[in-house]
């Protein structure tokens, strides 16, 4: 399981998403607002349950996703 953390970079003030893995760290970003970085956050944080699930996310007819 991946940790994610919202940051903000010392170097260009940006604000990012950090996620921990056992072997590396990745940045993901930079997001306009806290508000964009929390939703995607949360996101991907719904994302990883259900593929751990063994779900999968598929497009349905009208546009929209759902996992099955």
């Given at each position: 399981?991946?940790?994610?953390?919202?940051i903000r970079k010392k170097s260009d003030q940006k604000?990012?998403?950090?996620?921990?893995?056992f072997n590396e760290i990745k940045y993901h970003g930079?997001?306009?607002?806290?508000?964009?970085?929390?939703?995607?956050?949360?996101?991907?944080?719904?994302?990883?349950?259900?593929?751990?699930?063994?779900?999968?996310?598929?497009?349905?007819?009208?546009?929209?996703?759902?996992?099955?």
């Amino acid at each position: 399981m991946n940790i994610l953390s919202i940051i903000r970079k010392k170097s260009d003030q940006k604000i990012y998403i950090r996620e921990f893995s056992f072997n590396e760290i990745k940045y993901h970003g930079p997001y306009k607002d806290l508000k964009a970085a929390k939703l995607a956050r949360n996101r991907r944080e719904k994302d990883e349950a259900m593929k751990s699930l063994g779900l999968v996310k598929v497009k349905g007819a009208l546009g929209g996703t759902y996992w099955e």
